[in-house]
């Protein structure tokens, strides 16, 4: 458990229903995907820091080769809706007023955003722009925007996190008013990041997993009992996943109210 190294941080309220599901359950759905090499979690930071609040001993993880082409990181873009009909002057304004230089303009590529101060696009239906601003890093870059997240809240502006293809498709369609196109982090800022015990701001990647495993329902007691050994759990563990049915779902569905971009392998009873 403590060996583990986070790259996000995680947000109170998520943490704390998260653990009082896991306490009701008593039993954790899903493993944590971590890099078997850096020991850095790439998808269930929510997850470690709430059983560490159960006062867990262990986690179930699925370890993964992170270097491995197969597993692509992509991004959480910020799709912007408003509330109560704010025009598209007053959301650029607002995004000035937090102390961004904001100017029309697109980029050539996803790949020039976090470069050259360009910490972010803007993408609204009749034109685009470059949001600017000085940083060091990409953490700091994600810092800014997520002031630019927190300030758009603050305007009574709705903000969700979506893929870079649903976004785009958000707005084509007319169910959101602007996108907010973030950087994309390689592995290895990742790893640096995590292993130097800082974290990236909450959505900053979003990590396609191929054969993602999900449902694999460990109890709680295998977790958190002191007489039992790693042997001792790894064993039972391995156990009740062979007494469960092995259920492929192709990549595009929807488990849980999340779309899967990749196929995942559902573990039933």
């Known amino acids: 458990m403590n060996s583990l190294f986070l790259?996000?941080?995680?947000?109170?309220?998520?943490?704390?229903?998260?653990?009082?599901?896991?306490?009701m359950?008593?039993?954790?759905?899903?493993?944590?995907?971590?890099?078997?090499?850096s020991l850095v979690v790439l998808d269930g930071m929510h997850r470690v820091a709430a059983l560490k609040m159960l006062n867990c001993r262990r986690v179930p993880v699925c370890l993964v080769d992170y270097k491995n082409p197969s597993i692509i990181v992509g991004a959480w873009y910020r799709t912007i809706a408003s509330i109560n009909k704010h025009s598209a002057n007053?959301?650029?304004e607002?995004?000035?007023?937090?102390?961004?230089?904001?100017?029309?303009?697109?980029?050539?590529s996803v790949e020039e955003i976090g470069k050259n101060s360009i910490i972010a696009a803007l993408k609204m239906r009749e034109n685009s722009y470059l949001v600017c601003h000085v940083f060091e890093n990409l953490k700091e870059a994600y810092d800014h925007i997520k002031m630019i997240e927190d300030g758009l809240k603050q305007f009574n502006l709705q903000v969700n996190y979506e893929t870079e293809a649903d976004s785009f498709r958000k707005l084509r369609e007319g169910k959101v008013d602007a996108i907010l196109q973030t950087p994309r982090?390689?592995?290895?800022?990742?790893?640096?990041?995590?292993?130097?015990?800082?974290?990236?701001?909450?959505?900053?990647?979003?990590?396609?997993?191929?054969?993602?495993?999900?449902?694999?329902?460990?109890?709680?007691?295998?977790?958190?009992?002191?007489?039992l050994s790693l042997e001792e759990v790894n064993e039972e563990f391995r156990r009740m996943l062979m007494?469960?049915?092995?259920?492929?779902?192709?990549a595009g569905s929807y488990i849980e109210n999340r779309r899967y971009e990749e196929d995942v392998y559902l573990f039933e009873d």
Do not use: C, Q, W, Y
Request: hydrophobic share 40%; glycine share 4%.
């Open 7 to 23: 790259h996000e941080e995680t947000i109170p309220e998520v943490l704390e229903k998260l653990a009082a599901e896991i306490r």
């Open 25 to 37: 359950d008593e039993a954790l759905k899903h493993p944590v995907i971590v890099d078997e090499k």
């Open 90 to 92: 007053e959301i650029l």
């Open 94 to 108: 607002e995004i000035r007023n937090l102390g961004f230089n904001v100017k029309k303009g697109d980029v050539k």
């Open 185 to 227: 982090l390689s592995k290895e800022e990742i790893v640096k990041i995590a292993l130097s015990g800082k974290v990236f701001v909450h959505k900053a990647t979003r990590h396609v997993i191929p054969a993602r495993p999900l449902n694999v329902n460990v109890p709680l007691r295998l977790l958190t009992l002191p007489s």
């Open 243 to 250: 007494e469960k049915k092995l259920k492929m779902m192709p």
